[in-house]
T-cell receptor, first 111, second 111 residues
Framework: DAGITQSPRHKVTETGTPVTLRCHQT?????MYWYRQDPGHGLRLIHY???????DKGEVSDGYSVSRSKTEDFLLTLESATSSQTSVYFC??????????FGPGTRLLVL | GQNIDQPTEMTATEGAIVQINCTYQ??????LFWYQQHAGEAPTFLSY????GLEEKGRFSSFLSRSKGYSYLLLKELQMKDSASYLC????????????FGTGTRLQVFP
């Protein structure tokens, strides 16, 4: 499972509330990614990181921010959650030119 | 632009063979991945092709034709546990590990 954990696994929150999702890895992978998965859209990249404090935007980054202060942790923050951010969020990791491996996912419901 | 196409749904019978196609149009190409995703779970890596031809791994094989922008995943001796979604993903450039995903093909295997 590439030593990836995500927390929380499930969360229900209200519109306008800040939310932070955590991805933790134990195998020192360089790259980390946040995706969201919605019916009819497949997996879409939100943000990714190629090292500590090095991050960049993916295709659906609006409304999301990330931080990576340690190799093993990659945080995804929804500053003010909206109902359109209800989704399943997956973290993934990889080494350079390697396969991406996914964490178990976080189900987020924004009411 | 970027476009990855897969059939939305397929059905097959236990013990049979099924082929899931994927066509892609991307600005670059540095490898094609297939993932399996059971309902409510994370995607898991199945296969990787970067050169033309067939890669075989047990009951699963994956084929790539770069000139045609085409790949397929072949599943032999289907089992009930193969009922899942199958995701095709392309890595566009050599110096990034970002993947572009298709929307996935949901395969149902019937007894």
């Amino acid at each position: 499972d590439a030593g990836i954990t995500q927390s929380p696994r499930h969360k229900v929150t209200e519109t306008g509330t800040p939310v932070t999702l955590r991805c933790h890895q134990t195998e020192n992978h360089r790259y980390m990614y946040w995706y969201r998965q919605d019916p009819g859209h497949g997996l879409r990249l939100i943000h990714y990181s190629y090292g500590v404090k090095d991050t960049d935007k993916g295709e659906v980054s609006d409304g999301y921010s990330v931080s990576r202060s340690k190799t093993e942790d990659f945080l995804l923050t929804l500053e003010s959650a909206t109902s359109s951010q209800t989704s399943v969020y997956f973290c993934a990791v990889s080494g350079t030119q390697e396969t991406q491996y996914f964490g178990p996912g976080t189900r987020l419901l924004v009411l | 632009g970027q476009n990855i196409d897969q059939p939305t749904e397929m059905t097959a019978t236990e013990g049979a063979i099924v082929q899931i196609n994927c066509t892609y149009q991307t600005s670059g190409f540095n490898g094609l991945f297939w993932y399996q995703q059971h309902a409510g779970e994370a995607p898991t890596f199945l296969s990787y092709n970067v050169l033309d031809g067939l890669e075989e791994k047990g009951r699963f094989s994956s084929f790539l034709s770069r000139s045609k922008g085409y790949s397929y995943l072949l599943l032999k001796e289907l089992q009930m546990k193969d009922s899942a979604s199958y995701l095709c993903a392309v890595r566009e450039r050599w110096n990034t590990d970002k993947l572009i995903f298709g929307t996935g093909t949901r395969l149902q295997v019937f007894p």
